[in-house]
């Protein structure tokens, strides 16, 4: 079985890829799909699995595999477990067990012969999770105004509203750019898109180690990161004073980062407290990304 490269966190994790299988129902000129932004600033969606469990999956814009965690996978009925891998994370090397050719049902949309992997850690009150993948070629909506998942066979037509933005796309993940001003310095950095972290700002070791950001703004928290395998690391928060993403400017945004871990952190991530603040178009391509502000775009920063 091949192999391919996802990253939790921005830590690299090594497994074996997810069969995504065949499309069987027909995209129509757009698909709306509801889904619940929970407490945690989570994407919920619900599925149904093997036509027989109904689940609650989160939407993971970086991850390129459907999984399901253990505390769920022991109760289901409609999924068998062919056999057990190794797989490498940050926190080092587990076993996780996988399930060839499931049948996957989202709203109206079906996929079949997918795999799936078991893990620790999904989004609080998610069954697991699943990623873009699913959607491959095709434009994808988020809009927080709405609630809905809108996926569509083209552009909309009307997209003047919205800023047009690079996206960096590099095996399979989306990197967009920002702007941090951190002692009187402008510093652009490139955040990988990760509606899985439910915080704002993420900062590569690299960027702390060459920003010296740990001395020069305030700390305000720090707490325990788990990946999908239960392994742990310490981060960091302070306020980050000034932060420009496209035209919109936010002021003493959360920002997290790790100190005496060089090398393990390594990019920096823009998580779900942030995307929330807009409605987000990303062309079929990855090329580029549309931003315009949405009815979330100033409520109060999450307590993650």
């Known amino acids: 079985m091949n192999k391919f490269k ?4 921005g830590i ?16 129509t000129s757009s698909d709306t799909i509801p889904f619940i ?7 919920a969606i619900q599925s149904i699995l093997n036509k027989e469990d109904t689940l609650n999956l989160m939407l993971h814009t970086a991850a390129n595999s459907l999984s399901l965690i253990k505390k769920t996978a022991k109760n289901l009925t409609s999924i068998n477990w062919n056999s057990e891998e190794e797989v490498n994370s940050w926190g080092g090397k587990t076993s996780s067990r996988f399930s060839k050719h499931n049948f996957l049902q989202i709203n109206n949309l079906e996929w079949d012969s997918i795999s799936i992997w078991e893990s620790e850690n999904s989004g609080p009150t998610t069954d697991g999770k699943f990623g873009l993948n699913l959607f491959d070629k095709k434009v994808i909506e988020f809009n927080f105004d709405q609630s809905a998942l809108i996926i569509h066979k083209t552009l909309p037509k009307e997209m003047s509203t919205y800023n047009k933005m690079p996206l960096i796309f590099e095996n399979g993940f989306m990197f967009i750019e920002g702007r941090s001003m951190i002692g009187g310095v402008s510093y652009d950095n490139r955040f990988l898109i990760h509606s899985g972290y439910g915080g704002s700002i993420l900062f590569d070791d690299k960027f702390v180690e060459e920003s010296k950001i740990g001395q020069l703004i305030e700390i305000t928290d720090e707490k325990e990161l788990k990946d999908s395998y239960g392994n742990v690391l310490k981060t960091k928060k302070g306020k980050l004073p000034h932060f ?9 945004i959360p920002a997290g980062f790790f100190e005496g871990s060089i090398g393990r952190q390594k990019m920096s991530v823009m998580g779900a407290d942030i995307l929330k603040r807009f409605n987000l178009i990303i062309d079929s391509n990855r090329e580029y990304i549309y931003l315009k502000p949405s009815q979330l775009r100033d409520v109060e920063y999450a307590k993650i």
Do not use: V
Request: hydrophobic share 45%; aromatic share 14%.
């Open 244 to 252: 420009i993403l496209g035209e919109e400017q936010f002021i003493d």
């Open 12 to 27: 690299l994790l090594s497994i074996p890829q997810m069969l995504i299988g065949q499309n069987k129902q027909q995209f």
């Open 6 to 9: 996802i990253f939790f966190f």
């Open 37 to 43: 932004l929970t407490n945690h600033n989570n994407i």
